[in-house]
């Protein structure tokens, strides 16, 4: 077998998939190699303290001791030899106590020897082989009658210590875990980070390290609270390994998904990790690491995965627990937990005084801007920045993944930055960084180069400002994307005023931590009302509001004309009737509103308010307001002010009174708005005026207007720690709002939960708005030339069609 580097040697394993061929589909080829590779390694390493184990293991099962009790006295005869000095050995964190080995199955009852000898294993290795659900598996190879062709394949396969060291047998075993992945690429994202994706992310946050990971005796450790099968646990102890070969690193993990937790232990287990610190389950409802914290943390969480299965838990933790939990900062909306996976990675960094954390973490579009001020993604997102722990967001292209081509970012995390980081965040434009693949796998279509990585870690390490500059420039050529002209010639090739595309470009901005905050003003304006006492204004209330009135009036043209007083509003035998009309002509109505609509105690109060109406529309008319007595015609009040004040007298010369529902119909009935009338007071106030805040000086006195609804606005006002909040706001009011409206004000109780300030504080990162650059449109001589071009191809068609 070769084995003189780790692609060799995992292409000579996965041979084995040329015996697999049409027994099996080629998304399974990886359940069976993956565990038989595990195996073979596993008692290769076994192999020089085989006899002494299974002695070991005879006698402590006849002291009939607990399993852990026997166990750890079993392991006491476990141990392999030092690669690179023989003659030290090195304890083992696992053992079998079985005399087989693959080499000594026969072909006769070799599945259930298999299944015995995996049973003989410690029981994390054996849990490993259960979660591969192995035993189907075997049973499947019998079924194809390859069982023995296997096992024999792998049994010739020397992958003891001696021919692999541990670091080259992790190389494998991830080369095996890669094409497994791109084997069932239909759910290869959901297990299986891209390669080059894992090696970028690895790279920024381990880079600002690179001196210390150096030094002789280093002990590190890393965490992936996603960890799928263990992709950036690998990447990070290859990192380092290849820095220090000599530092240990220690990795710790969780994962939800059984089969993916069976790959990544047994990775870890390959590699001599204690495989005890790798946890299966939901890293969010069931974090069982609570109380380590790391140096180094990488994760890939599911895009835009709602968590609502797992509401009540995370609930209950941020309501509770507040920061002494992982959620206190806020929570996001339930159909996205992206932000759920960052807090919980925040709550697990090292203290600062401890040597600190950093986090990398991939992330889609939405925890950048979703949510606006007081929201719980703002207020994430707000906790991070003023804690100054983000460093840096890489945009990365496009269709890298195995199951989504959306646009994505790599968040670069830390608590303990360097001095020119402080309060600073650097934003990379990384989109065109990558090439074309030779072939598609699933949804990843894109690679980046080695050489498009280095230019994003080298920028993002010297905290460098570029700005947007062609590849090209660069030293970087990307071939142009070549697309489908359907079998015709490009037009690009019959002139020269075709549009070229615009060029690929690569750039880093700095911005303070502030750039992204703002403070969410609510701008009021005045309710402006005229009044207007009709014939039909009166009628209308015969109805009641929305959303019966359009049913009231057909039931009322349909069935009521003919009412007596005495039978006003009842509907009951006529029912059928009158539900075979709402089915037809107003289906969305409840069966409560149904209900309403045939109990004539709703048609009575109707009708009582519209009578009642009447006698005060009488009684205004006498007051000479709400008629003019020449031409009869109904006049407009545009100052409700005024006119509040003669129905109060008409109210007070009928004897009539209203309930407050009463009140609103009668006055919605009557009213409309109007931007030339006169503002409604509110009240009149006993202090001076600010019309900035909404109290002004209005015919001789100091008074609050109603405000409108519908004209409430927002306005976001940029943060600047230079200057007061009061300065800020007034002095952004008055520049951008007051010009345009002048009757505006600010909302003064619309108020910051945590500083108490006018104005809710709000976070967005908006990055594609900071890199956007302007395309002009071309000119229209040159669209016109193009048109013409196409029309002429177009009619050399028909022509060739009719002849």
Request: charged share 25%; with cysteine.
């Amino acid at each position: 077998m070769p084995n003189s580097n780790f692609t060799q040697t995992a292409a000579f394993i996965w041979s084995v998939a040329d015996l697999l061929r049409g027994d099996f589909k080629q998304s399974q080829y990886g359940r069976v190699i993956l565990p038989f590779t595990l195996l073979r390694r596993l008692e290769c390493v076994l192999e020089e303290s085989k006899d002494a184990v299974v002695a070991q293991a005879e006698k402590v099962k006849a002291m009939n001791l607990p399993e852990k009790a026997q166990e750890k006295m079993i392991l006491r005869a476990a141990f392999t030899f030092e690669t690179n000095t023989p003659k030290e050995k090195k304890g083992l964190s696992f053992f079998n106590t079985s005399p087989m080995n693959l080499g000594k199955m026969g072909q006769s009852d070799i599945k259930d020897n298999l299944e015995n000898y995996i049973q003989c294993f410690s029981a994390d290795a054996r849990e490993i082989f259960e979660h591969f659900k192995f035993d189907e598996f075997v049973g499947l190879l019998d079924d194809a009658n390859l069982q023995f062709k296997v096992v024999k394949k792998f049994a010739t396969t020397d992958l003891s210590p001696k021919a692999v060291s541990n670091h080259q047998m992790g190389l494998i075993f991830e080369e095996l875990i890669r094409r497994f992945a791109e084997s069932s690429n239909e759910t290869a994202g959901e297990h299986f980070t891209p390669r080059d994706i894992v090696r970028l992310t690895t790279s920024l946050v381990f880079m600002e390290d690179d001196e210390a990971l150096t030094q002789d005796g280093i002990i590190r450790t890393i965490y992936d609270p996603t960890a799928g099968t263990g992709g950036f646990l690998s990447s990070g102890m290859e990192y380092v390994h290849e820095l220090n070969p000599k530092a240990v690193m220690r990795a710790f993990g969780q994962e939800l998904n059984p089969e993916s937790y069976a790959i990544c232990k047994a990775d870890m287990l390959i590699k001599g990790q204690d495989v005890s610190r790798i946890k299966l389950g939901n890293t969010l409802s069931n974090d069982q690491l609570p109380a380590d914290q790391f140096d180094y943390m990488l994760s890939n969480p599911p895009f835009g995965v709602d968590w609502k299965k797992i509401e009540g838990e995370i609930k209950d933790e941020h309501t509770v627990k507040g920061f002494d939990g992982r959620f206190g900062a806020g929570l996001p909306r339930v159909s996205d937990g992206s932000l759920l996976f960052l807090m919980h990675l925040i709550s697990k960094m090292r203290d600062a005084s401890d040597n600190g954390g950093r986090i990398g973490i991939i992330l889609n579009g939405s925890p950048l801007f979703t949510g606006g001020a007081g929201s719980g993604e703002s207020e994430i997102r707000r906790y991070i920045l003023e804690a100054d722990l983000l460093e840096g967001i890489i945009a990365l292209p496009t269709d890298m993944f195995y199951n989504t081509g959306i646009a994505t970012y790599v968040w670069v995390l830390s608590n303990k930055k360097a001095a020119e980081r402080k309060g600073k965040v650097q934003l990379i434009d990384g989109s065109n960084l990558c090439g074309k693949m030779r072939k598609s796998l699933g949804s990843k279509r894109n690679l980046m180069s080695e050489e498009d990585i280095k230019l994003i870690t080298r920028t993002f390490g010297h905290f460098e400002v570029i700005d947007a500059t062609s590849l090209a420039d660069l030293g970087i050529n990307k071939p142009a994307e070549q697309k489908s002209n359907r079998g015709r010639t490009s037009s690009a090739t019959k002139g020269s005023t075709s549009k070229t595309a615009a060029p690929k470009t690569f750039a880093s901005k700095i911005f303070n931590s502030t750039d992204f905050g703002y403070r969410r003003l609510t701008i009021e304006r005045p309710l402006r009302l005229s009044a207007q006492i009709t014939d039909a204004a009166i009628e209308s209330l015969r109805f009641a509001p929305k959303p019966l009135n359009a049913p009231m009036e057909r039931l009322y043209n349909a069935f009521g004309t003919a009412w007596s007083e005495t039978d006003y509003g009842y509907l009951t035998a006529v029912e059928t009737e009158v539900r075979a009309l709402i089915k037809a002509e107003f289906s969305e109505l409840k069966e409560k509103q149904i209900k309403d609509l045939l109990d004539s105690k709703l048609w009575l109060f109707q009708r009582s308010l519209m009578d009642k109406a009447q006698q005060l529309q009488t009684a205004v008319s006498a007051m000479s307001f709400g008629k003019e007595m020449a031409g009869g015609q109904d006049l407009v009040s545009n100052d409700f002010n005024q006119f509040d004040i003669t129905m109060k007298g008409a109210f007070k010369a009928t004897g009539i009174k209203f309930d407050a529902k009463e009140k609103k119909q009668f006055f919605d009935a009557v009213t409309f708005k109007n931007p030339d009338a006169e503002p409604v007071i509110k009240k009149v106030i006993k202090e001076a005026a600010q019309p900035l805040y909404g109290s002004f000086n209005y015919n001789g006195k100091v008074v609050e207007f109603q405000q409108d609804g519908d004209l409430r606005d927002n306005e976001n006002v940029p943060l600047d720690s230079n200057i007061t909040t009061t300065e800020l706001i007034e002095t952004y009011v008055k520049r951008e709002v007051l010009p345009h409206v002048s009757d505006a004000w600010i909302n003064a109780d619309k108020r910051d939960e945590k500083d108490g300030e006018i104005g809710i504080v709000g976070y967005e990162i908006p990055f594609n708005r900071h890199f956007y650059v302007y395309q002009p449109p071309r000119a229209l001589e040159a669209i016109d030339e193009d048109l013409a071009l196409v029309s002429d191809e177009i009619m050399s068609l028909l022509q060739e069609v009719r002849s």
